[in-house]
Every structure is written in structure tokens, then in C-alpha cells.
């Protein structure tokens, strides 16, 4: 229970910053929500980066500290910390095979996931 309320404070902590930093930018550096969202995911990955190597390698950290940064700040600053640190991992590992077929399965079906679910929604809405 105490790994969950972790996680969930930090999913708060990680939505207002991802918010904030996202008006922020629109407000002073650029309108365009494209630009907006990859500062944010390449930001999330560095931060994740230091995370994992900080916390996991180089500290003995609790795993709700780690949670709760991790998988509740980072993740909800940006999912795409995380699907990168996955790749990093099953590189690291020698999985090449499988972290390529992870990166273009995630993109691919991601992306059709979003289509079937704007189409259905439009077929079923109009």
C-alpha cells in the first residue's frame, strides 16, 4: 500500500510539472504544442536516465523512493521516459532483436491504436 500512494503522489507531482513546464513554454518560447511535447520527452529521458543510474546503480534506494520518482514523477511528467529507459535495458542486456520489434511495435501500434480509436469514436458519434 505505502509503494501506491508513493506512486501516486509522485503521478501528481509529475502531471503539475508536465502542465506547468508545458504553459510555460507555449507562453514564452513557442505556441506550437509539437516543439512543446519533445523538450518534455527528451527532458523526461534525461531525467530518467540520471535516475536509473543514480538510484539503481549507484545508491542501495528504497523501491518507493524509486516509485515514487521513477514510475509516479517521471512517468506522468512523460510516458516516454520510460519506454526509452525499456529500450536501454534490453539493449544493455544484448536483447537487440527485442528492443527493435519493441520500438516499432510501440510506434506502429501505438499509432493505429490512436486511428481505430478516432475512427470508431467518429463512426459511432456522427
Keep these: 500500500m505505502k509503494i501506491l500512494f508513493a506512486v501516486a503522489i509522485g503521478g501528481a507531482i509529475g502531471a503539475l510539472a508536465r502542465f506547468q513546464l508545458s504553459q510555460l513554454f507555449m507562453r514564452f518560447i513557442s505556441g506550437d504544442f509539437i516543439y512543446n511535447i519533445l523538450v518534455i520527452n527528451i527532458l523526461g529521458c534525461f531525467l530518467m ?3 536509473y543510474e543514480f538510484m539503481n546503480l549507484r545508491l542501495n534506494i528504497d523501491v518507493e523512493w ?5 514510475v509516479g514523477v517521471l512517468g506522468a511528467f512523460t510516458t516516454f521516459s520510460a519506454f526509452a529507459l ?3 535495458i534490453l539493449a544493455e542486456r544484448g536483447n537487440f532483436l527485442s528492443a527493435s520489434v519493441y520500438i516499432l511495435s510501440s ?7 490512436l486511428l481505430l480509436g478516432i475512427y470508431i469514436m467518429r463512426t459511432t458519434l456522427s
Design 49 to 51: 536516465g540520471i535516475s
Design 66 to 70: 524509486r516509485a515514487f520518482f521513477m
Design 86 to 88: 525499456d529500450i536501454f
Design 107 to 113: 510506434v506502429i501500434f501505438s499509432i493505429l491504436g
